[in-house]
């Protein structure tokens, strides 16, 4: 229900964008999340939205910035001045309710993109 796509190799400094597309229901009143996971690492929070409200990582504070279009049913999540420890598969979630930074309270989850950001 959810595919996030827009992953790739870019060297730091530089910019992506990821993309979120939902099918299968309309999640305009859900929450709507980014987690991403490096290697060896626990999967992280790095942004929310719900309602007109936002929410970041300190990490990617000043640097990512999300956002959604409930016409497209899409989520996106800009990111820029990358650094190599972005690097990681970045998930896009949604949940009905408030936001919160704990992975298994997001019942629904895209399939990953890859981000690598070379140094």
């Known amino acids: 229900q959810l595919q996030a796509s827009g992953g790739g190799l870019v060297q730091a400094g530089g910019s992506l964008r990821l993309s979120c597309a939902a099918s299968?229901?309309?999640?305009?009143?859900?929450?709507m999340c980014w987690f991403r996971q490096a290697p060896g690492k626990e999967r992280e929070f790095v942004a929310a939205?719900?309602?007109?409200?936002?929410n970041y990582a300190e990490p990617v504070k000043g640097r990512f910035s999300i956002s959604r279009d409930n016409v497209k049913n899409t989520v996106y999540l800009q990111m820029n001045s990358l650094k190599p420890e972005d690097t990681a598969i970045y998930y896009c979630?949604?949940?009905?309710?408030?936001?919160?930074?704990?992975?298994?309270?997001?019942?629904?989850w895209g399939q990953g993109t890859l981000v690598t950001v070379s140094s």
């Open positions: 939205m719900s309602g007109g409200s936002t």
């Open positions: 299968g229901r309309t999640f305009s009143n859900y929450a």
């Open positions: 979630a949604a949940r009905y309710g408030l936001v919160t930074g704990r992975p298994e309270s997001w019942p629904y």
